[in-house]
Structure formats: C-alpha cells, structure tokens
C-alpha cells in the first residue's frame, strides 16, 4: 500500500443503532466526532446521509472529498428544531410555516434565502441553502446531540444510486468517513421532494418521497412542475443547482417504455413485450422491470418486479435496488414499464428517466 494511499484512508467506527432503542452512548459519541469536524453517515427516513457540521467551513469541504463531489453542487442542512430555521434564513417566507407544521420532520425539502451564518461552501455559492428536518429518530437525536445544523448529501460515492441500506454504505464508505451508524433499510428509499418558494409561483426542484400534490394543498398554490423535474431533460443550472449532474444510471443500457394511458394494462404490457421479444430475436438478453399488475404477461424472459401499481410507495422504495440489479444480472440491456405521473408516479418516473439517460419510448 502506498503512503498516498494510506493517508486517505480512515479508521471508520461502526455503529449499529436500532430506531426503536437509540443507544445513547453511541449517539454522543457520534455527535462529539461531528463537533469536532468529522464526518458520520446516517440514516434518516429517505436514503443514507454523509454528515458533517454545516456552519463548519472546513468540515463542509471533507463532505465533498469522501464523495467525490463537484464543488457547484449545493448541500441540503438538516435540522432537529425549527430554531434552527432562524440561524440559516432571515428571511423565511410565510409559506414556511404552513409546510413545517405539515411535513416537519418528514421528506420535503425547502430552498429559502440563506444568511450570512451559513458558509459558502454548503450552498456553493448560492444566495440560496436548502433545509429540511428528517423523520428519523437517530437522525434527529444526533442532530440534537451535535448542537448544530448537520449539513448532509445522499451517502453514496458520486455515480452510484443513494444508499438504502446500512449494507450499502458499509460496503461503498469504509475508509472515507469517521463514523457509520447503521440503523439498517430507510423507510422510502428515495430522497426527498426539494422545493424552491423563493420563487413565485413555487417550483419542484426535484420529485420525492412526499408526492407534490400535498404541498400544493397545504400553500393552497399550483407548484411549477418543470420538465426536467419530470424527468424529461436536463435542467438548466440557473433554475436548478446540483441537477445537472447525472443520477446513478446502470452500466447497461435501459429503455423506458411509456404510455399515455395504462388504464388498459393487458394491451400495454403485451406491446412492451412485442417490444422485449424483438430484442430477444436479435439476440439481446433482457430483463423487464413490471410490476405486480402485469408481470403476468410476461413469459420467458428475465423480470424484476417493481411493486404494485396500487401501492406507489412499495415502487419507489424497490426502485434503486432493481437498477442496481440491473448491473449483476446476465442481461445486455434493460426495459421498464412506466407509471403515471401522479403523487409518487412523478417521482419514480423522474427517477427511471433520468436513470434510462433519457432513452424514453412512447407506445
Ligand atoms: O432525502 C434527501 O434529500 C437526502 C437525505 C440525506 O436528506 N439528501 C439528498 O441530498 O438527496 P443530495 O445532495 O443527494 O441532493 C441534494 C440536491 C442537490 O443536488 C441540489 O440539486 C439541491 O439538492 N440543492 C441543494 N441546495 C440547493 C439550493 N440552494 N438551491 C437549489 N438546489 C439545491
Ligand atoms: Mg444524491
């Protein structure tokens, strides 16, 4: 092992820490490595955070290392007491409130104006810092015990799918962060829904684990739902900061085959398997992303099921273990069925999308 080599590399402490019995001792221990600069991996209710102190410069810096992460790609600040809101934002829009009460702590994410307390680098450069208050008591509790803002993307190296799972992190963290604190699979296994009220009308910055239609009740305003927040292109780095850059897609290629209208499921699935059977003809092999409702029609070929149509939580949380899937199967390419756009519809087709490289056929 080279000294270079060696000098990356972290002794990294685990910490196995089930939700419905915190170890105390163990949270202390992890928030004093955040107090003094370190990093933690955590859970929280949507995927795997990377942790460090958000009003700390230099540990905000360490958070971009371990990842790999481009310096113009902003942080989300999480937060255990909407206090805490007061110290990042002085200006915090009425509509705040309102979605606090509502969502806090829960999977949304609000984009207010930052102050001047919050360094540059967490917002990488913006006027703009983006908080949420995660709905995961050893979240909260390290948070609490850390006495500051925790400042956190997804835990996952750049160009990999957000952490899941304890497992994930372990295997793809070890030796570049201080800490991992284990509480085993997140609840939603998507991230969270980002929105930005600094604008008027509100714009969805990015579909999440909370569908937009429940901020749009709760503000009692349309949310501007652009097409890259569908999925469809690439958003532009004046509107969305961060976004530009590529979410984990398989090694393989994946198609998305759409429709306008599943309400006819048999019809639909029979043309996504005409589809499938004339890449067989050719000599591909190929695995079908279904779900519960039409896996039925599918025959002799490779299928990973989604989840149930019915149930567009179960979809989204199956989501990034099947396109990690994708990649250890013996297959040369992948195809998907959609789903509707509607509640968590939008967030699992943005997902896909993007993941597909946009490779989208509409039947
Ligand atoms: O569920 C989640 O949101 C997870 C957990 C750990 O909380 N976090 C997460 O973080 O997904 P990350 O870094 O993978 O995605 C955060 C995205 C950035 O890529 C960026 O696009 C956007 O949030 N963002 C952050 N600050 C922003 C700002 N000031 N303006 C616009 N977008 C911002
Ligand atoms: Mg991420």
Redo the contacts with the bound molecule.
């Keep these: 092992m080279s000294i270079e080599y060696m000098s990356m590399v972290k002794p990294t402490r685990i910490l196995e820490i089930d939700p419905s019995n915190l170890r105390i001792d163990y949270l202390v221990e992890a928030a004093r490595v955040i107090k003094y600069g370190g990093l933690v991996i955590f859970p929280t209710e949507t995927v795997y955070g990377l942790g460090a102190d958000a009003m700390n410069n230099l540990a905000v810096r360490k958070i971009f290392e371990a990842k790999g992460r481009p310096l113009d790609n902003p942080l989300i600040i999480h937060i255990s007491d909407i206090d805490q809101l007061n110290i990042l934002s002085d200006n915090v829009k009425e509509e705040v409130p309102h979605l606090a009460e509502k969502f806090w702590p829960g999977p949304l994410t609000i984009i207010l104006y930052k102050s001047e307390k919050v360094p540059r680098e967490v917002c990488a450069g913006l006027e703009t810092v983006a908080v949420r208050m995660p709905a995961h008591p050893v979240a909260l509790k390290l948070i609490e015990l850390s006495e500051t803002p925790i400042a956190a993307?997804?835990a996952?190296p750049a160009g990999r799918p957000?952490p899941t799972s304890g497992e994930h992190v372990k295997r793809e963290m070890m030796g570049k962060v201080d800490v991992i604190i284990d509480s085993g699979e997140t609840l939603y296994g998507v991230?969270s829904t980002i929105i930005d009220i600094t604008r008027d009308p509100p714009v969805l910055l990015r579909p999440g684990a909370l569908p937009v239609e429940e901020i749009e009740k709760t503000i009692k305003k349309k949310v501007v739902i652009p097409e890259f927040a569908r999925g469809l292109i690439e958003a532009s780095e004046a509107i969305a900061p961060g976004m530009k850059y590529r979410h984990y897609a398989p090694s393989k290629p994946l198609q998305v085959i759409e429709s306008s209208d599943y309400s006819n499921l048999q019809r639909y699935s029979l043309e996504v398997f005409k589809y499938a059977k004339r890449l067989i003809d050719n000599g591909f092999r190929v695995a079908i992303l279904t779900s519960t409702e039409t896996i039925q029609y599918y025959r002799k070929v490779e299928v990973l099921n989604l989840g149930s149509r019915k149930n567009l939580f179960e979809v989204a949380r199956n989501l990034y273990r099947a396109l990690r899937k994708i990649d250890e199967l013996d297959i040369d390419i992948a195809v998907s069925e959609g789903f509707e756009e509607r509640g968590l519809g939008l967030t699992i087709m943005n997902r896909l999308r993007k993941a597909s490289g946009y490779n989208i056929i509409r039947i």
């Design positions: 993307p997804s996952n957000s991230e």
